[in-house]
Each structure stands twice: as C-alpha cells, then as structure tokens.
C-alpha cells in the first residue's frame, strides 16, 4: 500500500450538487485536502496523489487514468449527496464500490454523479454512447467483472463504521451501482457520499472547518486500518 489517489468530485464550471449556500465541488475539495494532509502527516510511507487540488474541471475518465497511471494501490472519490424533495428527511452517510444497483435510488445517485461526463467534449466518443440518464445504459455494468470487489468492499464498510463509531455521522450503509469513475479504475475504490448538501443541518456541518476534519479523520482511520490489514495479510 504505497500510493493512494485522492479524488475531489466536480471542480471548474461543474459545481456538482448545490445545498442553500454552498457547492459540493468546493465541499468535497476541502475534505479531500484534510484526508491527504492527514495521509501525509501520520503514514509517511503512503504517497498520495490528489486528482485536483483546485478549482479544476477532470473529466471522469481523466481522474481514474491518474490512479491507472500512477498505479495507485487505492482509488478514494469524495462527493456530496443530494435529494430532490423532502429535502431535510435525507441525511446521513454512504459509500459507494462499483456495481450493479439494487433499487431505483441506488440508480438515481449514480446518474446524477455520471452526468458530469455531459460537460465533457466528445462524451459520446470517449464513453462510447454511454448515456448517463438512461437506465439501458446501465446493463453495461451487469457485465462487468470487479477483481477489487472484496477489498473495495473492505474498505467501504470500515470508512461507514468510522463515520458512525467515532464521529457520530448516520450511516445509509455500504451500497453498489454503476459508477463510471470507479469502473475506469483498475484497483479497490470506492466513493464516498459524505452527507446531504440538501439536508439543512448536514450543509452546515460539512461546511464547518471541524466538521470537515471529523469527516477527513473518519476516512483516515479506515484508511489506516484496511492499510494495515491488507499489509498484514501479505
Ligand atoms: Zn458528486
């Protein structure tokens, strides 16, 4: 476990979802900063890799041929999640691995952070007619063989552990759908869903610099813990 990539989601003129005074594309930057800073300080051996550490816009493709590149032991994409209605009853915590979707909302987070690629020039050529708001579009993934489905298992569930145990966060558990950032990565990844933009108090918390920090920390603690256990096995 010697290079983990780091993966603010959105960034430039894709905003990602919006709450009532802030954008997930600076939340999620922020976050993904404090994790690397905490990665950097604490297991010195780890070198991190951040697909943006600005306001950029990275195509989805472009971030998991970092990680490819790099041959980066980890993948780790921070976003923030979002509802359309009864916008203060959604709240809480989920983690992502690459997958088919079990539920129509499953399938609806997955189109809304897919649709990214429709800022990207030439989409249609560069994800091969992958339509991100058509369902049809998905059956692609039902295809798909995932060698890094236990380790990205793994660590899913140890990062909603942490968000629950030692930070006090809700957890909507561990879940599965077709991502198109994780399917482009060629080791164990997940995304993460730190909490609702939506939701009125989860705005605030991960706006606030300490909240922030709790959330960063929790993702280092199930970082630092599958480290050690994937080391310990080989
Ligand atoms: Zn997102």
Redesign the pocket.
């Given at each position: 476990m010697s290079t983990v990539v780091i993966d603010a989601?959105?960034g430039g003129k894709d905003n990602?979802?919006s709450g009532s005074f802030s954008k997930?594309k600076d939340v999620?930057l922020q976050i993904a900063l404090d994790l690397g800073e905490t990665i950097e300080k604490y297991l010195k051996d780890v070198k991190v890799i951040y697909t943006r550490d600005d306001d950029t816009f990275i195509g989805l493709k472009e971030r998991a041929n970092i990680a490819n590149k790099n041959g980066a032991d980890l993948f780790i994409s921070i976003?923030?999640n979002a509802v359309e209605a009864n916008k203060d009853k959604s709240y809480g915590t989920e983690t992502w691995v690459m997958g088919l979707h079990k539920s129509e909302e499953n399938l609806r987070v997955a189109q809304?952070?897919n649709s990214?690629i429709l800022f990207e020039e030439n989409n249609q050529e560069k994800y091969e007619g992958f339509d991100p708001n058509d369902p049809q579009s998905y059956i692609l993934f039902s295809l798909y063989q995932n060698a890094n489905l236990d380790n990205s298992l793994n660590l899913a569930d140890k990062i909603e552990t942490q968000f629950v145990d030692r930070v006090g966060r809700y957890s909507r558990g561990v879940k599965q759908a077709g991502f198109v950032v994780l399917y482009q990565t060629s080791m164990p990844s997940v995304l993460v869903?730190v909490g609702f933009l939506t939701n009125r108090l989860e705005e605030k918390y991960l706006n606030d610099k300490l909240g922030q920090t709790y959330i960063a920390s929790a993702i280092f603690r199930a970082f630092r813990d599958y480290k050690d256990e994937i080391e310990s096995v080989n």
């Amino acid at each position: 476990m010697s290079t983990v990539v780091i993966d603010a989601g959105h960034g430039g003129k894709d905003n990602g979802t919006s709450g009532s005074f802030s954008k997930e594309k600076d939340v999620a930057l922020q976050i993904a900063l404090d994790l690397g800073e905490t990665i950097e300080k604490y297991l010195k051996d780890v070198k991190v890799i951040y697909t943006r550490d600005d306001d950029t816009f990275i195509g989805l493709k472009e971030r998991a041929n970092i990680a490819n590149k790099n041959g980066a032991d980890l993948f780790i994409s921070i976003h923030c999640n979002a509802v359309e209605a009864n916008k203060d009853k959604s709240y809480g915590t989920e983690t992502w691995v690459m997958g088919l979707h079990k539920s129509e909302e499953n399938l609806r987070v997955a189109q809304r952070e897919n649709s990214v690629i429709l800022f990207e020039e030439n989409n249609q050529e560069k994800y091969e007619g992958f339509d991100p708001n058509d369902p049809q579009s998905y059956i692609l993934f039902s295809l798909y063989q995932n060698a890094n489905l236990d380790n990205s298992l793994n660590l899913a569930d140890k990062i909603e552990t942490q968000f629950v145990d030692r930070v006090g966060r809700y957890s909507r558990g561990v879940k599965q759908a077709g991502f198109v950032v994780l399917y482009q990565t060629s080791m164990p990844s997940v995304l993460v869903e730190v909490g609702f933009l939506t939701n009125r108090l989860e705005e605030k918390y991960l706006n606030d610099k300490l909240g922030q920090t709790y959330i960063a920390s929790a993702i280092f603690r199930a970082f630092r813990d599958y480290k050690d256990e994937i080391e310990s096995v080989n």
